[in-house]
């Protein structure tokens, strides 16, 4: 009985793919992935080594993969920009040398409260004139209408118009920022970092790469990262009534290392930048006892299309290539475990079974048969 107890667990040692955890079996992979000839072209369904050569490329392919600067489909308006007054709006006149046509300010009022608000219909009343339309109109357009309607009334009337409350046209500042809010378009024009900077900065969250700019139905996608760090000015678009800016958050920016590591997490990318390296510094590397640093994968994109690159680490120099090897959002790092780990977990796992065998067999021997007299 001992013999056969002892047989079938060599047996069962002689099957490393009973070990306990997750296993990256290359051979099962591309046996999977057999029957998808067509992404045979461009590398997909197969485990390519990380080396020079796919460094290079890949070098090539991000410089390639460079984005076209944007168009602001209100460019030029911002060259020659003038503020248009809106509903709501407060509008202060000051008529030269006619002190009653001009509402004093006191010390204490601002000037909001003083001034001439735009009606909803878009008209003002003023003194001797009455309701005057106004919205639509820059202020020369209305200094140049109020002087005419006031020529009848007083002598050659010099005045001046001026906003005092830019309360008609309004944008919004969402996401993570310090202090979202709503901010008011006025006569200086008003860009998406002005906004961002009104509203104290990027928190701590911020992905800069995925700003979103909504207008009339339509989101698009800004790049204020480029912004920064390339200089890339067309990502800085005039805004106007009702737009809305969201800063996302950049908790989609992550890579997860598993395997045989000190510690296993995910990992978020610093301003969607990360390097194979940094991802296994940032978990304390490999575990020396258990790990397989020749068999380090990198698993990128989805389960019908993945890609899998190779490195093999077992000499420390090698681990300048993951030094330069550019991760994405949502990569998975895997390292394998030895195949001593392997074999020692199917030990441990079959273990106490083979003891309780053995013991029950033990006990089997010591019986002692007592024939009925």
């Not at 460079?66 to 006149?93: C, E, G, I, K, Q």
């Not at 001009?102 to 608000?117: D, H, K, M």
């Not at 003002?124 to 002087?147: C, S």
């Not at 678009?237 to 009702?242: C, P, S």
Request: with cysteine; charged share 25%.
């Amino acid at each position: 009985m001992k013999h056969v107890l002892l047989l079938a667990a060599v047996s069962c040692l002689s099957a490393c793919a009973w070990g306990p955890g997750m296993q990256m079996d290359e051979d099962a992979f591309r046996e999977r992935y057999a029957g998808k000839a067509d992404a045979g072209a461009d590398g997909a369904y197969e485990i390519l080594p990380i080396d020079a050569s796919l460094l290079s490329h890949q070098l090539e392919e991000r410089r390639q993969a460079r984005p076209a600067p944007l168009v602001d489909p209100l460019a030029r308006v911002a060259t020659d920009y003038d503020y248009r007054v809106t509903p709501h709006d407060v509008l202060s006149v000051i008529v030269w040398d006619h002190p009653e046509l001009t509402i004093p300010a006191g010390e204490f009022r601002p000037a909001e409260a003083v001034g001439n608000p735009v009606a909803a219909d878009g008209t003002m009343f003023y003194p001797h004139v009455g309701n005057l339309p106004v919205a639509g109109k820059t202020l020369r357009e209305i200094r140049e209408l109020l002087t005419q309607r006031l020529a009848s009334v007083i002598e050659k009337p010099q005045l001046d118009v001026r906003v005092v409350g830019f309360r008609g046209q309004k944008v919004q500042v969402t996401g993570e920022v310090v202090a979202p809010g709503t901010l008011p378009v006025t006569d200086v024009p008003l860009r998406v970092q002005d906004a961002i900077a009104q509203a104290k900065g990027f928190s701590t969250e911020a992905d800069l790469r995925a700003v979103t700019l909504s207008r009339g139905g339509t989101t698009f996608t800004l790049d204020l990262q480029a912004l920064y760090e390339q200089g890339d000015v067309s990502q800085n678009w005039l805004l106007q009534d009702g737009d809305i800016v969201n800063v996302a958050d950049r908790s989609r920016n992550k890579v997860f290392v598993l395997g045989e590591v000190r510690k296993p997490s995910s990992r978020v990318m610093v301003k969607g930048r990360m390097t194979l390296a940094e991802a296994i510094g940032d978990t304390e590397g490999f575990d020396p006892l258990t790990s397989n640093p020749g068999r380090v994968y990198v698993i990128r994109g989805s389960f019908e299309r993945p890609y899998i690159f190779k490195l093999d680490a077992k000499s420390p120099d090698a681990l300048l290539l993951a030094t330069q090897f550019q991760l994405q959002p949502r990569d998975v790092i895997f390292v394998s475990a030895h195949d001593l780990t392997r074999w020692n977990r199917i030990i441990q796992q079959i273990q106490p079974t083979v003891q309780l065998l053995w013991q029950a067999v033990d006990i089997g021997d010591r019986t002692i048969i007592i024939d009925n007299p």
